[in-house]
């Protein structure tokens, strides 16, 4: 096990120690920047929502002040997880459309249901519930892709979480939009009215290449650049995807978003499944991140991705739930487990991402695809103190020699007992903090009663 240094900045007086909200002493913490290190009984200090200082136990003790202490005895401290793909409404629909492919999946069964049941109460409702289980796994930011996004804001607030939220973008009518000028036109206006709010920023997010024509594409092009905006789009996703681009444009569904100018930093590339020599090689040369989703590729038999050669050509990744609709559950233990082993399967390399290699896709990975790395994903000092820990004393996940293989192969969302977002307390000793569940799940009843009709 590494020691790292003490990357804490000196106290301005020896003498008078430094008065923060609060102190964690853990048995362990894993920083995720640097790289693959795990610190041994050492400690974290929060003020005004961000990291003041991680040192050794003895140094906090005698530097600090706190208005709280934490002490997580038998637990490893690290940054919250990152959910780089979700739809968090869908939540509502998780189970209702099992064991079928991606086509009849989508066209068969989810449009249909949305079209008869999708309002701004559904994704309300459905985001709190999806907020609820992000948060008590660990999850402390989402990247989020669906309709109405206001109440999706008015949900993850409530629930004390972080979001980036997608001004979704389709060609065809919903009962959220028209068509796509109209989709934009109201994601825009959300953005406006949501922009100060310190939990919540945006995306545009165009669905897929196969659902958004070459004039909308360039208009989010001009869109993602004067706003500085993430584009969050599913590509690559089915090999029938790309059989009908090269039908229909000639050409592969990533080449046609590069030649619309969409390959770029700027781009979250979501599940990435099929790619040749070529496309990856073009996301390597321009930049852009790619949001993996083991679990519901595997479950809609869409492939696997070839992480371990994005890996090896630099290529910035992140992991992704995908909605409970084709997963079933927004749980990043269990994406951190399929990712890792899924790579190692399909690259015949059992050494292919190791445990720090799929935290960090977990975290930071996914920070740095949303452009949020210089405030979230690691815990450094001045990044926000959204965190999570993992009580690995339970005599199951028995004996624990490596926290970071641990937390990949041994441990589960049942593990993590606190979450902190900016500093605040949002689960504690497993237990979701300021949230009415009850009353929450005799809502989701009622949902579930008009889903089933």
């Not at 290190?37 to 929060?46: D, P, R």
Request: with cysteine; glycine share 8%.
């Amino acid at each position: 096990m590494k020691t790292g240094k003490n990357t804490s900045p000196a106290p301005a007086s020896a003498d008078t120690p430094e008065a923060v909200d609060l102190l964690i002493h853990a048995r362990w913490i894993i920083p995720v920047e640097p790289a693959g290190i795990t610190l041994e009984n050492h400690s974290l200090a929060v003020h005004d929502g961000r990291i003041a200082g991680l040192l050794p136990r003895a140094d906090a003790e005698r530097r600090f002040a706190p208005s709280e202490v934490v002490e997580l005895g038998e637990h490893v401290l690290l940054p919250g997880f990152v959910n780089l793909h979700t739809h968090a409404a869908m939540t509502l629909m998780r189970g209702l459309a099992d064991d079928l492919p991606l086509e009849k999946w989508l066209g068969e069964r989810i449009w249909p249901a949305e079209s008869r049941h999708v309002s701004a109460e559904f994704v309300h409702d459905g985001t709190l519930l999806a907020a609820a289980e992000m948060l008590r796994g660990g999850i402390t930011c989402c990247n989020d892709m669906y309709f109405f996004p206001d109440a999706a804001a008015r949900a993850f607030t409530a629930a004390g979480m972080r979001a980036m939220l997608g001004i979704t973008v389709l060609e065809f009518p919903t009962p959220y939009a028209s068509d796509a000028d109209d989709y934009i036109a109201k994601g825009l206006a959300v953005r406006d009215a949501w922009r100060t709010h310190p939990l919540i920023s945006f995306s545009l997010a165009p669905h897929a290449p196969y659902t958004v024509s070459d004039r909308t594409f360039e208009r989010i092009a001009t869109l993602s650049a004067q706003l500085d905006l993430p584009v969050h789009v599913h590509v690559h996703e089915a090999a029938s995807e790309i059989e009908n681009s090269l039908k229909q444009y000639g050409m592969r569904p990533l080449t046609r978003l590069h030649q619309l100018g969409l390959v770029n930093p700027s781009l979250i590339a979501v599940h990435a499944v099929h790619l040749d020599v070529t496309d990856i090689g073009l996301l390597a040369m321009e930049g852009a991140s790619v949001a993996h989703n083991p679990t519901s590729n595997m479950k809609l038999a869409s492939g696997a991705s070839p992480v371990v050669g994005l890996a090896r050509q630099g290529i910035n990744i992140g992991l992704g739930t995908d909605g409970a609709a084709s997963n079933n559950r927004l749980d990043m233990f269990q994406e951190m487990r399929h990712a890792a082993l899924l790579g190692k399967l399909t690259a015949h390399d059992a050494a292919a991402l190791n445990a720090h290699t799929v935290l960090h896709m977990a975290t930071l990975g996914g920070a740095r695809a949303m452009g949020l790395a210089d405030s979230i994903g690691s815990l450094e000092i001045g990044k926000f103190a959204d965190m999570c820990a993992i009580r690995l004393d339970d005599w199951l996940l028995q004996p624990c020699f490596a926290p970071a293989s641990h937390l990949i192969y041994v441990a589960g969302r049942e593990q993590v007992s606190h979450v902190w977002v900016a500093g605040q307390c949002r689960v504690n000793a497993h237990t979701l903090v300021d949230f009415d569940l009850p009353a929450l799940l005799a809502v989701i009843n009622l949902w579930q009663n008009k889903l089933q009709v």
